[in-house]
């Protein structure tokens, strides 16, 4: 189990990585660009899915709604990075700054949970 969760991990920081490098190097070589995006948000939207919240509170669940609406905007850049639509670079925006906001409150609100069940 626990190197399960380490594997999962790995992927889910290989796969960001993928989408960094892909979204700095469309400006470069944008047909490379695009196959590091799809290889990216598939692995980031197989972590994800795959590792739904692990709490009950309402707060949780929607944190994590929020994740996967994040995924799908993801999703939206690279269908636009695939029809060379300049629109990708804000959806892509929009879903890091959700993840970012999903990252910090998560773990928080979990925490908070788990305090409350003692």
């Known amino acids: 189990m626990k190197q399960n969760t380490k594997l999962k991990n790995i992927i889910f920081q290989i796969s960001a990585i993928l989408i960094l490098i892909a979204a700095a190097t469309y400006f470069f070589r944008p047909d490379i660009a695009k196959f590091v995006m799809v290889a990216g948000v598939s692995g980031y939207a197989a972590i994800t899915f795959t590792t739904p919240y692990p709490g009950k509170s309402l707060r949780g669940?929607?944190?994590?709604?929020?994740?996967?609406?994040?995924?799908?905007?993801?999703?939206?850049?690279?269908?636009?990075?695939?029809?060379?639509?300049?629109?990708?670079?804000?959806?892509?925006?929009?879903?890091?700054?959700l993840t970012l906001y999903c990252s910090v409150a998560l773990p928080m609100a979990y925490k908070k949970e788990q305090e409350e069940d003692k």
Do not use: E, H, P
């Open 61 to 97: 669940k929607r944190l994590f709604n929020i994740q996967i609406l994040s995924v799908l905007l993801m999703c939206v850049s690279t269908y636009l990075m695939f029809i060379d639509m300049s629109g990708w670079v804000v959806t892509l925006l929009i879903a890091a700054v």
